[in-house]
């Protein structure tokens, strides 16, 4: 209310400095603000595409090998003087790259996420959003239809399941965008206890192979859909731990959970799915378990007045593009995991802008 009655008062004094002409018509007064945010959200759309071009064309591996110029940057790339300093001059106001006395070099995100010899790059994440560029009328449709609308009229899932390609293109993506958040798990998580777990829609087994490898005592098995179960087996056995982490083909809205396990973790899923959906896993977890057994829930959070941080709300717009959910708040997750019996809530903030959310079967 506040923010109205001050807008509205700027207005009524903007009013008062008006300078009307002869013809009755007003000389328009400065505004009571620049157009600053306008012009940063209109120029953040070339962001992630200047990304993923500067990924396909490999200027990041090139600058690892020693800082180069802007005139060896675009020999190189074979890339014009004009377009080599648009390349390296969006890079570098973003903090990808930085540059030091006429050349340039790698920041530590690029060093970290950007190189592909690296464990954690994002290649997967480039690659899959290079091949689905979001355009105004896709996100329209999206919002419009209240569904997915990067595959046109397929259900992302369903598509994945005749499609190899896109299914593993997919979790390639899925990959490289939760293996840092995977060992943020693995470190601030409290799996101690944990003998058997459950990694319902578990994927590339990235969060299981983290896992893994900080809880020797620690057997996983990743329940998904036979196509991602294939491609999963494929990540376990190239991290060693084919003998720890297994693979259970089903669809975990219509198949019983197994038993056996006493902790259900659910990394980057709920965010996929509508309320109703939710409360069915979070229903069957509970069934699945025994008594004292933990639910897992990896997500980035809304604030409770769901208008931050900004990723978490452009993730939100992300889901209206790829699948049937959003991001929910911390008092949503609390809600849907009490309605289904769980006790001893506690939240912990484990890598960027993820947390983990844990609860007991009493």
């Not at 759309?45 to 090998?65: K, N, Q, R, S, W």
């Not at 008594?291 to 889901?319: F, N, Q, V, W």
Request: hydrophobic share 40%; aromatic share 10%; net charge negative.
């Amino acid at each position: 209310m506040t923010d109205l009655v001050s807008f509205a008062q700027q207005q009524e004094k903007q009013d008062e400095n008006n300078i009307w002409l002869s013809n009755g018509k007003p000389k328009f007064a400065v505004p009571t603000c620049d157009d600053g945010l306008l012009w940063e959200t209109w120029m953040s759309m070339f962001h992630f595409p200047t990304l993923t071009v500067a990924d396909e064309l490999g200027l990041f591996p090139l600058i690892a090998e020693a800082p180069k110029t802007a005139s060896e940057v675009s020999k190189s790339l074979c890339l014009s003087e004009r377009a080599t300093e648009a390349l390296l001059g969006v890079m570098t106001s973003l903090g990808y790259l930085v540059q030091q006395n006429g050349q340039f070099n790698l920041t530590k995100v690029s060093s970290n996420f950007l190189l592909p010899q690296s464990p954690y790059y994002w290649g997967g994440m480039l690659k899959l959003m290079a091949n689905n560029p979001l355009s105004h009328s896709v996100l329209l449709e999206g919002l419009k239809n209240d569904r997915s609308s990067v595959y046109q009229e397929q259900d992302v899932w369903e598509a994945h399941e005749v499609e190899v390609d896109k299914a593993r293109l997919f979790t390639g993506a899925m990959q490289s965008m939760t293996m840092p958040g995977a060992l943020g798990v693995a470190h601030h998580g409290n799996f101690a206890q944990t003998q058997r777990l459950l990694d319902v829609g578990g994927g590339s087994a990235a969060v299981s192979v983290a896992l893994a490898q900080r809880y020797p005592q620690m057997k996983c098995t990743i329940l998904d859909l036979p196509v991602v179960c294939e491609i999963a087996q494929d990540y376990i056995s190239k991290a060693g731990l084919s003998n720890r982490i297994d693979t259970y083909s089903a669809n975990f809205f219509t198949d019983t959970f197994p038993n056996g396990y006493d902790a259900v973790l659910f990394s980057n899923i709920f965010h996929d799915w509508g309320w109703k959906k939710c409360q069915h896993l979070t229903k069957s977890s509970f069934e699945a378990l025994p008594k004292g057994g933990r639910i897992y829930l990896h997500e980035m959070l809304l604030d409770d007045t769901k208008d931050g941080p900004a990723p978490a709300t452009s993730y939100s717009m992300c889901m209206i593009w790829w699948t049937q959910g959003k991001q929910y708040t911390a008092s949503e997750v609390t809600q849907l995991l009490q309605e289904a019996g769980f006790e001893d809530i506690s939240i912990t903030s484990t890598h960027s802008y993820f947390s983990l959310v844990s609860a007991a079967k009493p």
